[in-house]
């Protein structure tokens, strides 16, 4: 019986050896090119047959795919073939032929071949199979032993920001190397160091650092920092010194530096998480790529499209076959409506405080500055930022690196001329009728403790018109007002100002609110919002746009910055009737001309402006100290072209000190 087992058994075995499939070629092929499409360069090699294996170590061969892949940014790779449709029997003792396509997608552009693979069969002391005949023929058709892949990046010019009239923003200019040579560098060399180091604001290790580098001969030039190629004074102060060297080198310029730093931004190199997030979008880990401003906003215009060759090169050099090129597309100029004599003079009268401002035409819409200060210098991400100088900037308690312009802020009682607009519409307003102010002080009853109360400059009169209330300000009669209005009819007719809604603007800018997400808390914070206070926030460019409904008898104009945009379009159309625009005009012109008025002094001779005045209270409770913010939005009546929103934070004096530097705005526009 168990003579009889065996036998079953080893007739079992035989039956199985001769009926188990025999290594086909054709699996081999179709595992290796799968491989490959997956860049599985491991499973690639193992699929190699021995001789192939013994020319080529399997860490050189996946370092080699890996390095040439990378390099070239290939994506999208799809390897095709077709296989005979009958079966073959293929003999063992003659190679196996299949043909195959291959197509990329490299920083060159697309790159495809054909070629074939030969396969043959070996006979293992484990095994029986098929392999890949190797050859770096496989990598791209027509490589050599030896051959090489050459990838060259064509970078494009990028594109550059001018001004309205032409004057350069953002542009490709160049900047000056500053270096040392060691074998120029005589004895006094550690003097000389420490005078270099201070002039060039780093440090002598930051130099020692540089000139130990594996790299360095006697002859090279080491270069240490960038300066700008107009600091003709601090060059004239490094050329005595012995061993220093310049260099020009080409640059992102920023020439207006400082007074434009928010609206412009700068560009850098790009970072690992930046060159992730744009994977196949032509960036490579040399790449610059806009940081902040309109160099971020504008970045897929400006950047342009770069190009590239990639190419077979021979063992000594030369470029055997160009496999693929695609030339560098430069990136798009763009002129903005922003005028740099305007941006320059608003910097100038913002620097020194922390603030910013906004400045328009207020009969177009066209944005002519936007200022944030106190500001960093762009120039100095491009020359070389030290990690000092970026933790000072940093760390500084006034914080250059924040844009304010494009966020929000409470507007105080530059808000009222829009409480009267949504009253005059509604009727809740009648400017001939006056109202009995009997207090300084206005409260209502559940109120508690809290109370409205007038400024000082308000409290001389018992009953106001609403021409009074505008001129000396009186939060009172614009708290009464939209009590009158109501909450609810308030938010409806403030949507024709822009609010709760995105600015159309090419720049992000935050939206501006009225209250917050839950409406309005109670009945005081509805009586806060009349003169500007409660929830209300708006940037200086929501509430530079807010008054144009005032010079252009009702349209609130679509802010325009780009100069190829269409100017003179109507964000909301019928935000007020003429006659409400007249009387506010009139009533605005009053409180800059009125001897009354928040905003008369100082007067300027020759200047006619309308305008509000604001400050913003920012505390906790009403008896509590805080800070306040300063106002001021106007308007040249006699030649409407230019009007300007200024706010400064953290005033001693309130909107008396924002007044004059407005004034001086318009006043240097005259000359």
């Not at 039956?15 to 070629?25: F, I, K, R």
């Not at 403790?449 to 009169?461: G, H, K, T």
């Amino acid at each position: 019986m168990r003579s009889a087992l065996v036998s079953l058994l080893i007739i079992l075995c035989i039956g199985l050896v001769g009926c188990s499939e025999q290594p086909n070629p054709e699996t081999t092929f179709k595992k290796y090119m799968k491989a490959w499409e997956n860049q599985k360069y491991e499973n690639m090699y193992a699929l190699l047959g021995e001789e192939s294996k013994a020319q080529v170590k399997k860490e050189d061969f996946v370092e080699r795919y890996k390095t040439i892949y990378e390099g070239i940014q290939a994506n999208n790779l799809k390897v095709t073939y077709s296989l005979p449709e009958e079966e073959v029997e293929y003999k063992q003792d003659e190679p196996a032929n299949f043909d195959y396509n291959v197509s990329m997608e490299t920083l060159a552009g697309s790159i495809e071949f054909s070629h074939k693979a030969k396969l043959t069969f070996e006979e293992g002391e484990e095994a029986e199979k098929w392999g890949i005949s190797w050859n770096p023929s496989m990598i791209f058709a027509g490589m050599e032993k030896g051959d090489e892949i050459s990838a060259q990046v064509l970078k494009p010019e990028r594109g550059e920001i001018f001004g309205v009239n032409g004057q350069g923003l953002a542009v490709n200019g160049t900047v000056v190397n500053v270096g040392l040579v060691p074998d120029w560098m005589e004895e006094d060399a550690e003097q000389m160091k420490e005078k270099l180091a201070e002039l060039l604001d780093i440090s002598v290790e930051t130099i020692n650092e540089k000139l130990d580098q594996s790299w360095v001969q006697t002859t090279s030039f080491v270069p240490l920092t960038s300066i700008q190629s107009d600091n003709e004074d601090l060059i004239e102060k490094i050329k005595p010194l012995k061993g220093t060297k310049f260099q020009e080198k080409t640059a992102r310029v920023y020439p207006l530096g400082k007074a434009a730093a928010h609206l412009t931004g700068y560009v850098g190199s790009i970072s690992a998480e930046q060159l992730e997030e744009r994977k196949g979008k032509g960036y490579t880990s040399t790449s610059t790529i806009g940081k902040a401003g309109l160099e971020l906003v504008l970045e897929e215009k400006l950047r342009g499209q770069a190009g590239g060759v990639v190419a077979i090169v021979g063992s000594e050099g030369n470029q055997r076959e160009v496999l693929a090129k695609q030339e560098a597309v430069d990136g798009k100029d763009v002129t903005l409506t922003i005028d740099a004599e305007v941006q320059k003079s608003v910097y100038n009268q913002l620097k020194g405080n922390a603030g910013s401002s906004a400045a328009i035409h207020p009969q177009t819409g066209e944005v002519k500055a936007l200022v944030s200060t106190p500001a960093y210098d762009p120039n100095q991400f491009i020359l070389g930022m030290t990690s000092e100088q970026y933790s000072e900037l940093q760390n500084d308690p006034q914080k250059p690196l924040t844009n304010r312009f494009n966020n929000t802020y409470a507007p105080g009682s530059t808000f009222k001329p829009i409480t009267a607009a949504i009253g005059l519409e509604t009727e809740a307003i009648d400017p001939a009728e006056e109202m009995s102010i009997p207090d300084r002080s206005f409260s209502k009853e559940g109120w508690g403790d809290y109370s409205v109360n007038r400024v000082e400059s308000a409290n001389v009169d018992k009953s106001v018109n609403l021409r009074d209330a505008l001129v000396r300000s009186d939060n009172i009669y614009f708290a009464r007002t939209i009590l009158e209005i109501g909450g609810e009819t308030f938010l409806e007719e403030a949507k024709d100002f822009g609010f709760s809604e995105e600015i159309p603007f090419t720049y992000p800018i935050t939206p501006s609110q009225i209250t917050g997400k839950d409406g309005f808390g109670n009945e005081i914070e509805l009586a806060d919002t009349g003169y500007g206070q409660g929830e209300v926030e708006m940037s200086t460019l929501h509430l530079a746009l807010t008054y144009t409904p005032f010079v252009t008898n009702g349209i609130l104009l679509d802010p325009v910055l780009m100069k190829d945009e269409e100017a003179s379009t109507a964000w909301h159309e019928n935000v007020v009737s003429k006659e409400t625009a007249a009387i506010l005009r009139k009533d605005l012109k009053q409180v800059v001309n009125n001897p009354e008025g928040s905003g008369y002094e100082p007067q300027i001779e020759g200047l006619s402006l309308a305008g509000k005045t604001g400050t913003a209270e920012l505390k906790k409770s009403q008896d509590a100290e805080g800070q306040e913010n300063g106002w001021f939005v106007a308007w040249n009546t006699d030649d409407p072209r230019l009007l300007v929103a200024m706010m400064i934070e953290n005033v001693q004096n309130g909107s008396h000190e924002v007044v004059p530097k407005v004034k001086n705005v318009f006043q240097e526009q005259l000359q």
